[in-house]
Protein backbone atom coordinates (compact mmCIF):
# COMPACT_ATOMS: atom_id res chain seq x y z
CA UNK A 1 0.00 0.00 0.00
CA UNK A 2 1.57 3.48 -1.16
CA UNK A 3 1.01 6.31 0.78
CA UNK A 4 -1.23 7.91 -1.72
CA UNK A 5 -3.97 5.25 -1.53
CA UNK A 6 -6.73 5.58 0.69
CA UNK A 7 -6.38 3.49 3.80
CA UNK A 8 -9.01 0.69 4.77
CA UNK A 9 -10.54 0.26 8.12
CA UNK A 10 -10.90 -3.26 7.86
CA UNK A 11 -14.82 -3.76 7.19
CA UNK A 12 -16.68 -3.13 4.09
CA UNK A 13 -20.71 -2.31 4.42
CA UNK A 14 -22.61 -3.61 1.41
CA UNK A 15 -26.68 -3.33 1.63
CA UNK A 16 -28.27 -6.75 1.33
CA UNK A 17 -31.47 -6.74 -0.80
CA UNK A 18 -34.85 -7.60 0.75
CA UNK A 19 -35.04 -11.09 0.53
CA UNK A 20 -38.83 -11.65 -0.04
CA UNK A 21 -40.46 -9.56 -2.75
CA UNK A 22 -44.44 -9.62 -2.66
CA UNK A 23 -44.80 -9.42 -6.20
CA UNK A 24 -42.92 -12.68 -6.55
CA UNK A 25 -44.01 -14.72 -3.93
CA UNK A 26 -47.56 -13.60 -3.14
CA UNK A 27 -47.98 -16.54 -0.94
CA UNK A 28 -45.69 -15.43 1.59
CA UNK A 29 -47.70 -12.62 2.74
CA UNK A 30 -51.44 -13.73 1.97
CA UNK A 31 -53.18 -13.19 5.12
CA UNK A 32 -50.79 -12.27 7.38
CA UNK A 33 -51.73 -9.69 9.07
CA UNK A 34 -55.34 -11.17 10.13
CA UNK A 35 -53.71 -14.38 11.01
CA UNK A 36 -51.28 -12.02 13.32
CA UNK A 37 -54.25 -10.48 15.31
CA UNK A 38 -55.33 -13.61 16.33
CA UNK A 39 -51.77 -15.11 17.44
CA UNK A 40 -51.21 -11.75 19.33
CA UNK A 41 -54.35 -12.64 21.65
CA UNK A 42 -53.24 -16.37 21.55
CA UNK A 43 -49.98 -15.06 22.69
CA UNK A 44 -51.78 -12.48 25.35
CA UNK A 45 -53.05 -15.69 27.05
CA UNK A 46 -50.27 -17.21 27.48
CA UNK A 47 -48.78 -14.64 28.88
CA UNK A 48 -51.50 -13.83 30.89
CA UNK A 49 -52.26 -17.09 32.46
CA UNK A 50 -48.84 -17.52 34.52
CA UNK A 51 -49.18 -13.84 35.56
CA UNK A 52 -52.79 -14.83 37.23
CA UNK A 53 -51.77 -17.74 38.56
CA UNK A 54 -48.81 -15.78 40.41
CA UNK A 55 -51.47 -13.19 41.96
CA UNK A 56 -53.30 -15.88 42.95
CA UNK A 57 -51.00 -17.68 44.58
CA UNK A 58 -49.35 -14.32 46.10
CA UNK A 59 -52.90 -13.76 47.28
CA UNK A 60 -53.34 -17.14 48.75
CA UNK A 61 -49.63 -16.42 50.77
CA UNK A 62 -51.43 -13.59 52.07
CA UNK A 63 -54.31 -14.92 53.81
CA UNK A 64 -51.98 -17.42 55.11
CA UNK A 65 -49.90 -14.98 56.77
CA UNK A 66 -52.07 -12.25 57.49
CA UNK A 67 -51.44 -9.52 55.24
CA UNK A 68 -47.68 -9.49 55.00
CA UNK A 69 -47.81 -12.23 51.74
CA UNK A 70 -49.58 -9.15 50.21
CA UNK A 71 -45.92 -6.85 49.81
CA UNK A 72 -45.49 -9.55 47.13
CA UNK A 73 -47.65 -7.95 45.02
CA UNK A 74 -45.25 -5.34 44.31
CA UNK A 75 -42.72 -7.89 43.03
CA UNK A 76 -46.15 -9.03 40.16
CA UNK A 77 -45.51 -5.96 37.59
CA UNK A 78 -42.06 -6.54 37.49
CA UNK A 79 -42.33 -9.98 36.97
CA UNK A 80 -44.55 -9.55 34.44
CA UNK A 81 -42.34 -7.78 32.37
CA UNK A 82 -39.47 -9.89 32.87
CA UNK A 83 -41.72 -12.80 32.05
CA UNK A 84 -43.11 -11.27 28.20
CA UNK A 85 -39.14 -10.37 27.65
CA UNK A 86 -38.01 -13.62 27.88
CA UNK A 87 -41.24 -15.17 26.36
CA UNK A 88 -40.44 -13.17 23.15
CA UNK A 89 -36.56 -14.05 23.22
CA UNK A 90 -36.92 -17.37 23.57
CA UNK A 91 -40.07 -18.28 21.02
CA UNK A 92 -38.97 -15.72 18.79
CA UNK A 93 -34.90 -16.89 19.16
CA UNK A 94 -36.32 -20.73 18.62
CA UNK A 95 -35.68 -22.78 15.05
CA UNK A 96 -39.37 -22.14 14.19
CA UNK A 97 -38.74 -18.14 14.78
CA UNK A 98 -42.32 -17.86 15.74
CA UNK A 99 -44.34 -17.51 18.83
CA UNK A 100 -46.69 -20.06 20.11
CA UNK A 101 -49.45 -17.67 18.65
CA UNK A 102 -47.50 -17.25 15.88
CA UNK A 103 -46.91 -21.23 15.00
CA UNK A 104 -50.76 -21.66 15.79
CA UNK A 105 -51.23 -19.46 12.96
CA UNK A 106 -48.59 -20.50 10.29
CA UNK A 107 -46.21 -17.49 11.04
CA UNK A 108 -42.66 -16.52 11.50
CA UNK A 109 -40.25 -13.93 11.71
CA UNK A 110 -37.24 -13.11 9.48
CA UNK A 111 -35.00 -10.25 9.49
CA UNK A 112 -35.79 -8.15 6.12
CA UNK A 113 -32.93 -9.92 4.17
CA UNK A 114 -33.99 -13.45 5.08
CA UNK A 115 -32.21 -14.58 8.10
CA UNK A 116 -34.58 -16.16 11.46
CA UNK A 117 -35.20 -14.37 14.09
CA UNK A 118 -32.86 -14.52 17.11
CA UNK A 119 -33.60 -14.43 21.14
CA UNK A 120 -32.42 -10.12 21.51
CA UNK A 121 -34.47 -9.16 18.26
CA UNK A 122 -37.55 -11.12 20.02
CA UNK A 123 -36.93 -9.55 23.08
CA UNK A 124 -36.51 -5.79 21.45
CA UNK A 125 -39.40 -6.38 19.58
CA UNK A 126 -41.82 -6.58 21.93
CA UNK A 127 -40.43 -3.40 23.56
CA UNK A 128 -40.59 -1.61 20.40
CA UNK A 129 -43.90 -3.04 19.83
CA UNK A 130 -45.53 -2.38 23.13
CA UNK A 131 -44.29 1.31 23.41
CA UNK A 132 -45.02 2.51 19.37
CA UNK A 133 -48.51 1.02 20.76
CA UNK A 134 -48.47 2.45 23.92
CA UNK A 135 -47.43 6.41 22.79
CA UNK A 136 -49.07 6.36 19.15
CA UNK A 137 -52.21 4.26 19.87
CA UNK A 138 -53.32 1.23 18.11
CA UNK A 139 -53.87 2.88 14.99
CA UNK A 140 -50.80 2.80 14.32
CA UNK A 141 -51.13 -0.77 13.52
CA UNK A 142 -52.76 0.28 10.30
CA UNK A 143 -49.72 1.25 8.97
CA UNK A 144 -49.75 -2.61 7.73
CA UNK A 145 -52.25 -1.98 5.01
CA UNK A 146 -50.16 0.83 3.06
CA UNK A 147 -47.40 -1.50 2.13
CA UNK A 148 -46.87 -4.66 0.39
CA UNK A 149 -44.98 -6.51 2.85
CA UNK A 150 -47.59 -6.12 5.51
CA UNK A 151 -45.35 -5.01 7.73
CA UNK A 152 -46.13 -2.75 11.03
CA UNK A 153 -44.22 0.34 11.98
CA UNK A 154 -42.45 -1.45 14.43
CA UNK A 155 -41.48 -4.41 11.82
CA UNK A 156 -40.28 -1.40 9.78
CA UNK A 157 -38.27 0.14 12.63
CA UNK A 158 -36.36 -3.30 13.49
CA UNK A 159 -35.48 -4.50 9.83
CA UNK A 160 -38.05 -7.60 10.57
CA UNK A 161 -41.06 -9.10 8.07
CA UNK A 162 -43.37 -11.67 9.40
CA UNK A 163 -44.29 -14.59 6.53
CA UNK A 164 -46.46 -17.62 6.38
CA UNK A 165 -44.24 -20.48 7.03
CA UNK A 166 -43.05 -22.68 4.41
CA UNK A 167 -45.69 -25.49 4.80
CA UNK A 168 -48.73 -22.73 4.32
CA UNK A 169 -47.00 -20.91 1.72
CA UNK A 170 -46.40 -23.83 -0.03
CA UNK A 171 -49.98 -25.04 -0.11
CA UNK A 172 -50.98 -21.45 -0.82
CA UNK A 173 -48.89 -21.76 -3.73
CA UNK A 174 -50.29 -25.04 -4.74
CA UNK A 175 -53.49 -23.97 -4.76
CA UNK A 176 -53.10 -20.83 -6.80
CA UNK A 177 -51.16 -23.29 -9.58
CA UNK A 178 -54.77 -24.61 -9.87
Given amino acids: MTESEPRRIG ?3 EVKPHAYDPAVQPELFDGVLARRIIAFFIDLIVLTIPILFGAFCILLFGLLTLGFGWFLFFLLSPAA ?3 ALLYYALTFGSPASATIGMR ?3 LEMRTWYGAPAYALLGAVHAIVF ?3 VSALTPLILLV ?4 QRRRLLHDI ?4 VVIN ?3 RAAALAAYRAH
Fill in 11 to 13: FTL
Fill in 81 to 83: VIW
Fill in 104 to 106: MMD
Fill in 130 to 132: WIS
Fill in 144 to 147: GLFN
Fill in 157 to 160: LLGT
Fill in 165 to 167: NRA
